[in-house]
C-alpha cells in the first residue's frame, strides 16, 4: 500500500528535483517505493497511447516560491529543460494573468482565474484576516461539459487557489509587513515533467503580484495533487536527469 508523499522544499526548482526522485525511487524489492503505474491512460489525455507513473497523494510546501522558480538543467547534461524563462514568463502573462482566450482554446486558467481575482485582491487588501480568498478554476459542470477544440473532454487538471494571510500582531495590531501570504493550489492531474515546472512558475508569480497589490510579503506555497504523473514518454529524460534506473511502468 503506497502511501502520501510529503515534500518540503526550498524552490520550486528545488521541490521538482526531489520529486521527480521520488517518483522513479525502488524499494528493496525493486518495486517503486512511492509511485504506481496506471498501464494504458484509459481517459484524458494521451488516452489508449501513454502509461503514467503516479503518485496516489502527492503534496508539497515550498519555503521560498520566488526564489530560484525556474527548473534548471545542470549544463553539459545534453537533457532538455522542462521550460525555458521565456517561455514561462509569457505563460504567466498568456494564461495565468491574462484572460484572453484563442481560437483554438475553450478555456485557459487566466480566462477562470480572472472571474474572482479581482474581488479576492480588493478582499485581501481591505480584509487581510479571512479564509473566503479563494478562486474556482473548475465549474461543476466541467466534468461533464468541457470539450476541446479537438471534440475531447478536457476539464482542467488546476481547480482551486487559495490565498491565504498569515497575521503578525504586535501590541493587538495587525502589522503588513510582518504578516506573510501564503498561496494554496490543488491539481486533479498533474504532469510533472513539464506541467510542474511551467504551472508553479506562474503561480508563483500569481502569488506575488497579489503580495504587491495588498502590501503583505510573499510567504510559502503550497499544493496538493491526487493525480501527480510522469508519462512513459519522460521516463529516459527523467533517469537522467535523476541518475536512476527505474524498471518499465
Same mark, same amino acid.
Given at each position: ?46 488516452? &489508449? ?12 510546501? /515550498? ?10 538543467? %545542470?549544463?553539459?547534461? !545534453?537533457?532538455? $529543460? %522542462? ?31 480572472? /472571474? ?5 485582491? @480588493? ?7 479571512? @479564509?473566503?480568498? =479563494? ?9 461533464? !461539459? ?7 473532454? #478536457? %476539464?482542467?487538471?488546476?481547480?482551486? /487557489? ?13 502589522? &503588513? ?7 494554496? =493550489?490543488?491539481?486533479?492531474?498533474? #504532469? ?6 511551467? @504551472? ?24 496538493? $495533487? ?24
Amino acid at each position: 500500500m503506497k502511501n502520501q508523499l510529503v515534500i518540503n522544499a526550498s524552490s520550486i526548482n528545488d521541490l521538482w528535483f526531489q520529486t521527480l526522485y521520488n517518483i522513479l525511487e525502488l524499494d528493496n524489492d525493486g518495486n517503486f517505493k512511492n509511485a504506481y503505474p496506471t498501464g494504458i491512460i484509459q481517459q484524458g489525455s494521451f488516452m &489508449n497511447e501513454q502509461s503514467r507513473l503516479q503518485f496516489p497523494s502527492y503534496a508539497f510546501c /515550498i519555503e521560498n516560491p520566488t526564489e530560484d522558480r525556474l527548473v534548471r538543467i %545542470p549544463e553539459g547534461s !545534453n537533457i532538455p $529543460s %522542462p521550460i525555458e524563462e521565456e517561455e514561462a514568463i509569457k505563460y504567466f502573462h498568456n494564461y495565468i494573468w491574462g484572460s484572453e482566450i484563442q481560437e483554438n482554446e475553450t478555456y485557459t486558467y487566466g480566462s477562470r482565474i480572472n /472571474i474572482g481575482l479581482e474581488y479576492v485582491m @480588493n478582499l485581501l487588501k481591505n480584509t487581510p484576516v479571512t @479564509n473566503q480568498a =479563494v478562486i474556482e478554476i473548475a465549474q461543476p459542470s466541467d466534468t461533464m !461539459n468541457c470539450i476541446g477544440k479537438d471534440g475531447k473532454l #478536457d %476539464p482542467p487538471c488546476a481547480r482551486l /487557489i487559495d490565498f491565504k494571510v498569515i497575521p503578525c500582531y504586535v501590541e493587538g495590531r495587525l502589522l &503588513n509587513e510582518l504578516s506573510t501570504l501564503d498561496l494554496h =493550489v490543488y491539481f486533479r492531474s498533474w #504532469d510533472l515533467y513539464t506541467g510542474m515546472p511551467t @504551472n508553479l512558475f506562474g503561480m508563483s508569480m500569481l502569488q506575488e503580484a497579489v503580495s504587491a497589490y495588498i502590501g503583505i510579503p510573499v510567504g510559502k506555497l503550497y499544493g496538493y $495533487s491526487s493525480g501527480l504523473h510522469l508519462y512513459k514518454y519522460q521516463k529516459e529524460l527523467a533517469q537522467m536527469r535523476t541518475r536512476l534506473e527505474a524498471k518499465e511502468f
